[in-house]
């Protein structure tokens, strides 16, 4: 049986044997990839031992993205912090994804109905990162952001991802987040197994606050093409009382209803 390539499953500091591999390349976006919304300021010695790189490699790869304007140093501290050329960069994705746009209006109207934070996700890694999000009101205490990222296990909505993969994909890649954050995947093994069934028996997973006690959520993923990257939309709500009744009964119903007329625009039915 072929090996199943996962994009993004590649150890940046293996060498491999592959003569196409540009190692210098791999090591400059393990620094890029350092940075988060947390650490959103890094030196030298941080993003060494955030990355594993020797300091002096390190030294040399944020002097040249800093000269390629992906990188600029705060005067203060002395330390690196992202730019826009960053941005810039995930701009192409977005704009090429009509999904989106036919998301979008869906998304609005199901917030407006639910009363819950409504995001669109796809598969970074071991990650899931939202590429759009639409909030029912400003007052909402959870606000997610284009760009978030959410443990892929840990998340209703990376467990969605996960079970609507076909079967020898899904394999390798659980594989994947087994060997890439064993700990993690330990903690949410039980709870894997749980939203298996529920997945297999009512079409949705379920979160009530696995991850963090205080965010309920339930997510459906969606149809896409052949070759497409795999999607999922899920709701989600901040200090709820009656959250773990109120989405499975009310919730996920229209978040269904709302999937499936995104794969008709689609032409997926």
């Not at 909402?140 to 209703?156: C, K, Q």
């Not at 079970?163 to 594989?175: G, H, I, M, S, V």
């Not at 965010?215 to 999922?232: K, T, Y």
Request: charged share 20%; hydrophobic share 40%.
């Amino acid at each position: 049986m072929a090996s199943i390539h996962l994009p993004g499953s590649i150890d940046s500091q293996d060498p491999s044997t592959d003569r196409q591999f540009a190692m210098n390349l791999a090591r400059g976006v393990q620094v890029l990839r350092a940075f988060s919304a947390r650490s959103a300021l890094l030196g030298n010695r941080e993003l060494s031992d955030i990355t594993g790189l020797p300091k002096a490699t390190v030294s040399r790869l944020t002097y040249t993205l800093s000269l390629l304007g992906l990188l600029e140093r705060e005067p203060a501290s002395q330390k690196f912090r992202l730019t826009a050329g960053v941005l810039s960069l995930g701009h192409p994705l977005l704009a090429s994804m009509p999904v989106r746009q036919l998301a979008r209006p869906l998304m609005v109207e199901l917030a407006q109905r639910s009363g819950c934070t409504v995001n669109l996700g796809m598969r970074d890694r071991s990650n899931v990162v939202y590429i759009d999000s639409i909030r029912p009101h400003d007052d909402n205490a959870h606000l997610p952001d284009i760009g978030a990222t959410y443990p892929m296990v840990a998340s209703a909505i990376g467990r969605a991802l996960i079970f609507a993969t076909p079967r020898q994909e899904r394999t390798a890649l659980l594989n994947f987040l087994r060997v890439q954050d064993g700990e993690t995947f330990a903690k949410y093994k039980n709870m894997l197994e749980e939203d298996r069934k529920l997945w297999e028996k009512y079409g949705y997973c379920h979160g009530p606050g696995y991850w963090r006690k205080e965010v309920h959520a339930v997510a459906v993923p969606i149809a896409q093409r052949s070759g497409e990257p795999a999607l999922a939309m899920n709701c989600t709500l901040y200090a709820h009382r009656n959250a773990a009744e109120y989405l499975p009964k009310k919730v996920v119903p229209l978040l269904k209803d709302a999937v499936r007329y995104l794969e008709a625009a689609q032409g997926l039915l």
